[in-house]
């Protein structure tokens, strides 16, 4: 099983997805969608995007997951 994980800006309610190349064999995809609250506007690199969401999930989140 592989997972990807991504932020996208939405436009709209539309988002472009381009998977990694190691779902190259795979017939089908289970995308989730979460919304998330941004801290910043726009996030230039990964370490700003993790502070942004940083704190989203809420207190009754599993531990040991």
């Known amino acids: 099983?592989?997972?990807h994980r991504t932020i996208q800006h939405?436009?709209?309610l539309h988002?472009?997805?381009e998977?990694?190349?190691?779902?190259a064999?795979?017939?089908?995809a289970e995308i989730i969608?979460?919304?998330i609250m941004s801290t910043q506007n726009?996030?230039?690199t990964w370490a700003a995007r993790v502070l942004a969401v940083a704190g989203s999930?809420?207190?009754?989140?599993p531990d040991d997951i």
Do not use: I, K, R, T
């Open 33 to 35: 969608v979460l919304p």
């Open 57 to 61: 999930l809420s207190d009754d989140f």
């Open 19 to 23: 998977l990694p190349s190691e779902f």
């Open 42 to 44: 726009s996030p230039e």
């Open 1 to 3: 099983m592989y997972a």
């Open 15 to 17: 988002v472009q997805l």
């Open 25 to 28: 064999d795979c017939q089908e």
């Open 10 to 12: 939405l436009n709209g």
